[in-house]
């Protein structure tokens, strides 16, 4: 009776969330659907972003910061203590384009962490009444920034963040990645974003538009100086301080390529994952225990289940596979990658894991070739 009343609750869960999840995300603007603005009625923007050891893959991206449509832009460019060729490439764009501002950091305050660090340096070297903050690897489409200003004001937001799409290759990136992201959708739930009386919130690293008032008095990345998430915490920060945020699907306006390989990804969100919980053990375990409850023990139970309990397992493993199927269809994969929805999550879990063992074991993080004590980093979190 426990296990048919534990796996009926599951279905139940994922039947529940599943349809509020698909439901939310229809009533998401897409950025494809918005009409540009006018570029005569565009307000200045600042594109910034900070690059270190970026010279294999900014080049390409950056032709894409530069072919904007409106004219009333500019790009600000932070290298943020390059050892590889990521200034030079910079400084010859620069002299070419005149929309292009570089500068260069050659050492790292105290009690700042490097890419808030940089994105601060950047905000003060811009002019524009509306940032955007993004990542030196992110492809835009020449119309993003007319579009997303003309959102901006149709909904009268102060903050934007796109939802973009994943350069995703190999069996094993998109197994990970797609686990995620659906992780991501159903937890976060971005369509609760626009309501002002909602705590929700959402930011990408990839593409956030906020106004300059609301930024400067939120107080700047001064606030988020010691913050490894500090796409969410921006996102957080606007929703605390009372300005209205929004979340739009730019799916064929925003592209990146996230990390080279599956071994990248599980390396590169070590420093990310348990900053995300807070550095909280407790989370932490609570985080393993449901994602294994709700992704993993329904599909373990059809092999010692039986009976109605064997057929609530049955239910909830394929309501899981369905939602995930979606997702995968939704990020231009095959509906296929719907049967890796457990492999998927005992890999999300490791990563967790991952993130808590070896920031706890060494003390802190090391990001950037700095090393942070954990200390320090809960004491900077918002």
């Not at 990136?173 to 002002?196: C, N, Q, S």
């Not at 730019?250 to 390396?267: C, P, Q, Y």
Request: aromatic letters at 12%; glycine letters at 8%; a positive charge.
């Amino acid at each position: 009776m426990f296990w048919t009343i534990l796996f009926a609750c599951l279905a139940a869960l994922w039947a529940v969330q599943t349809f509020r999840s698909f439901r939310g995300l229809a009533r998401l603007p897409r950025l494809e659907r918005i009409a540009p603005l006018p570029q005569e009625q565009c307000p200045r923007v600042s594109i910034i972003f900070a690059a270190r050891d970026e010279a294999e893959k900014m080049p390409l991206a950056l032709a894409t910061l530069l072919a904007q449509e409106n004219s009333n832009y500019e790009v600000v460019a932070v290298d943020d203590r390059s050892r590889d060729a990521t200034g030079e490439i910079l400084d010859a764009a620069a002299r070419q384009d005149p929309r292009l501002r570089v500068l260069h950091i050659g050492e790292l305050p105290e009690r700042w962490l490097g890419k808030p660090h940089g994105l601060q340096a950047g905000y003060e070297l811009s002019t524009g009444e509306w940032l955007v903050f993004t990542d030196a690897d992110v492809h835009f489409a020449p119309d993003i920034l007319r579009r997303a200003l003309a959102l901006a004001e149709e909904r009268k937001l102060d903050h934007l963040t796109l939802l973009g799409t994943l350069d995703l290759r190999g069996f094993w990136e998109k197994t990970i990645t797609l686990y995620f992201g659906m992780g991501f959708v159903f937890a976060l739930e971005a369509w609760k974003v626009f309501d002002p009386k909602s705590r929700r919130y959402m930011g990408a690293g990839y593409f956030q538009l906020i106004r300059r008032s609301a930024y400067e008095a939120l107080g700047t990345h001064e606030r988020l100086r010691m913050e490894v998430v500090d796409d969410m915490r921006l996102a957080k920060l606007v929703k605390m301080h009372g300005f209205r945020s929004g979340v739009a699907l730019g799916t064929e306006h925003v592209r990146l390529r996230w990390n080279h390989s599956a071994g990248a990804i599980v390396r590169g969100v070590t420093k990310n994952f348990f900053a995300a919980i807070g550095y909280s053990v407790e989370r932490a375990t609570l985080a393993l225990l449901g994602i294994f409850t709700i992704s993993v023990l329904p599909f373990l139970a059809l092999a010692f289940a039986k009976g109605p309990a064997r057929d609530m397992a049955l239910l909830a493993a394929g309501i899981a596979l369905l939602a995930h199927g979606c997702v995968a269809y939704g990020s231009r994969s095959s509906w296929a990658y719907a049967f890796t929805h457990p492999l998927g999550a005992l890999i999300f879990s490791y990563m967790l894991l991952r993130s808590m063992v070896v920031t706890l074991w060494h003390g802190g993080i090391t990001w950037r070739d700095t090393f942070y004590p954990i200390e320090e980093l809960r004491r900077g979190m918002v």
